[in-house]
């Protein structure tokens, strides 16, 4: 197993890209080309199999990449959702918040109730309709804040 050195620079390029961002200094319009430049490469390297799937962070890296896709296909947030359920059934604590975050947007792309309630809407910063029957223990079990603090966001 080994981590793949291009997805590595992907994911921390994603990273610093973000930062950039929140700190004012990179544009939204600018974030998103990166974002599907990013999302590119990794569908072409996974295309390629050039990606070891058996290897905890290139599926934790996969998630974020693909999570961060600005993607209107949903079965791009899917496929984000599946590459933490394999990190965090490979044993990954790191991916468990990924884990939730993937499925609540990809819940929500598809026009449904998040289960855990991560995803907010960008024009309000409003928290996303989410499901009550879900529960603080569930949301605490994957490293999710309680769900006052989600609505105090």
């Not at 050195?5 to 950039?20: C, S």
């Not at 890296?61 to 961060?68: A, E, K, R, V």
């Not at 996303?128 to 529960?135: F, V």
Request: aromatic letters at 10%.
């Amino acid at each position: 197993m080994a981590i793949h050195l291009g997805l590595d620079k992907l994911y921390h390029d994603d990273k610093n890209d973000r930062q950039l961002y929140e700190k004012g200094k990179l544009r939204e319009d600018k974030l998103r080309a990166k974002d599907e430049a990013r999302l590119s490469e990794a569908k072409e390297l996974l295309a390629k199999k050039a990606v070891d799937l058996d290897e905890i962070w290139n599926c934790h890296y996969l998630c974020l990449l693909f999570m961060h896709s600005w993607s209107k296909d949903s079965e791009d947030y899917k496929r984000a959702h599946e590459f933490a359920k394999k990190a965090v059934s490979l044993g990954s604590n790191v991916t468990k918040w990924l884990y939730a975050a993937s499925l609540d947007r990809w819940l929500v792309s598809q026009g449904k109730l998040q289960k855990f309630g991560t995803q907010y809407n960008i024009q309000n910063g409003e928290i996303a309709p989410y499901d009550t029957q879900t529960n603080d223990r569930e949301r605490e079990e994957y490293g999710v804040p309680n769900l006052s603090k989600l609505l105090k966001r």
